[in-house]
């Protein structure tokens, strides 16, 4: 029996042994043993031999082991204390902060619908920021950027939640093409910002000069630093020269951030959001319709074009999308959904390449719709020509299966021109004119000219013959004023004579 305990005894100490990390010596071991048990143990103990605790482990107190703390196993209740938690910014403290706390905080509906748009996207947000060991506090950043709308465009073009400008984006990897705008897409375009930022504080060594970096161009702070540094002036960020909105830009998130940090002081109320995602992503192994995608997701369309906002059109790609982002209870049910689906063809949109440059009448025949529909689908304009070379999203013919190619759903693009209307107009040939010299008078075709008067290409006309062109709108009034002009400018009438363009008329 005493065996028994000894063995007991000594397993329990080898689990103590093993349970402690760099840091935990001899002598702490020791302290965890109740000196009355000492006088039990086995006599003769040499220098270096175990002890074998007796009369009941106590718990080891709060120790630090190695360079971690021991911490509390309960996780943060919400997902606003898991941000408070990670805040590691230093704090900027001035008027232009108190002047945005007081904006922010007396405007609750507001505050309400940016904070109830970003329950969607801050629990990815926060997690990647805590993987890559970055400041919680750039979490809060799509509040300042776009009020956490991934739908948001600025004057500047810049769009997304995030605000990227389109060659930027570019820089960064994310696709913008026919079919998708990666600048709104929720994972894509928080991958990019977040490398942005890396980039930038590796840059200044200051998350307040990253900022500033982040919303004026890193160009533009280097080089009001240099400019600040050349006339002995503080490089520090609130002391550089800099645009209104680049000034107000770090203020702007401090105040979130403080609200965040203590919303009772401001009487602001923050809508619980829970400490676990809000969605998962599923892929996409075939072209389907977005509306049918969240039907078999069974999830309300305007929810799910919220989490896929990069999407252009009313179809996915499989070639060029490689994944859709569902809530986490609605994935499951859209597998199964999409298995047990059993009404025919998943998509009933596919792209079409342009073979040449067709007005909107003649591509809308070509491919089998209306022009009004065809305009709509893809944002055509009023009055423009569809270049050569373009995609456009078209229907889908009836029991084709055919998903788009790769290389169409990751580069398709559409290109437009101006349409030019010709209209009708006669000049009177000069002496020596011919097809070939008009033409090039007139900057057209040959070829045109000879066909508009019934003649050959290589066909001359008599002195002051009539002659048929088809001309641009501008160039036909141009033509009519000069001819008026020209009745009372005997220079000019002499230059039509010979055949020349007539210079610049002077003023009568």
Not at 328 to 347: I, K, P, S
Not at 436 to 457: C, D, G
């Amino acid at each position: 029996m005493k065996t028994f305990f000894r063995a007991a005894a000594l397993a329990a100490c080898v689990w103590l042994v093993g349970c402690a990390a760099p840091g935990l010596t001899r002598s702490t071991l020791e302290g965890a043993i109740d000196p009355a048990a000492q006088a039990d143990a086995t006599p003769n103990v040499q220098a270096g031999d175990l002890i074998y605790p007796a009369g009941g482990l106590k718990p080891l107190a709060n120790t630090q082991l190695g360079s971690q703390y021991v911490q509390a196993l309960q996780p943060p209740v919400d997902l606003w204390e898991r941000i408070r938690r990670g805040f590691a910014m230093p704090d900027l403290d001035n008027n232009l902060v108190r002047e945005r706390e007081l904006w922010y905080s007396s405007r609750p509906d507001y505050v309400a619908r940016m904070t109830e748009r970003g329950n969607k996207y801050l629990f990815y947000i926060v997690e990647e920021l805590e993987r890559r060991g970055m400041p919680s506090e750039l979490a809060l950043l799509p509040f300042i950027e776009s009020a956490f709308n991934p739908q948001a465009v600025s004057s500047a073009k810049a769009a997304g939640m995030w605000q990227f400008m389109p060659a930027t984006g570019r820089q960064f990897e994310l696709k913008q093409n026919l079919f998708r705008d990666d600048r709104r897409d929720v994972i894509e375009s928080t991958r990019a910002a977040l490398d942005y930022m890396q980039k930038l504080y590796g840059m200044f060594g200051d998350w307040h000069l990253a900022l500033a970096a982040y919303n004026w161009g890193e160009g533009s702070v280097k080089r009001a630093m240099d400019k600040a540094a050349r006339s002995g002036q503080s490089t520090a960020y609130s002391d550089l020269s800099m645009p209104m909105e680049t000034r107000m830009y770090v203020p702007k998130l401090q105040a979130v951030k403080n609200l965040v940090a203590n919303p009772e002081a401001f009487r602001v109320t923050l809508p619980l959001i829970n400490n676990h995602p809000y969605f998962q992503s599923v892929e996409v192994n075939s072209d389907i319709d977005v509306a049918l995608a969240a039907q078999l997701a069974e999830v309300p369309l305007e929810d799910f074009k919220a989490l896929n906002p990069s999407f252009n059109k009313p179809v996915l790609l499989a070639s060029g999308t490689a994944q859709m982002l569902l809530p986490w209870d609605n994935a499951e049910r859209y597998q199964a959904n999409l298995e047990a689906y059993a009404g025919g063809q998943l998509a009933s949109w596919t792209a079409w390449v342009a073979p040449a440059t067709l007005n909107l009448a003649e591509a809308a025949k070509r491919v089998g719709m209306t022009e009004a529909e065809l305009r709509a689908v893809n944002n055509i304009p009023p009055r423009m020509l569809i270049k050569a070379g373009s995609t456009l999203l078209v229907r889908r013919a009836a029991g084709l299966n055919v998903d788009v190619a790769e290389h169409i759903a990751d580069n398709g693009q559409l290109s437009l021109a101006p349409e030019v209307v010709l209209r009708r107009t006669t000049v009177k040939a000069g002496r020596k004119d011919s097809v070939a010299s008009l033409a090039k008078r007139f900057a057209v075709s040959a070829a045109s000219v000879a066909q508009w008067n019934k003649i050959s290409t290589s066909a001359s006309f008599k002195t002051g013959q009539a002659v048929v062109l088809y001309l641009p709108a501008r160039a036909t009034v141009r033509k009519a004023n000069i001819r008026t002009n020209t009745r009372r400018n005997p220079v000019a009438r002499q230059q039509l004579a010979k055949g020349k363009k007539p210079t610049r008329l002077a003023k009568n």
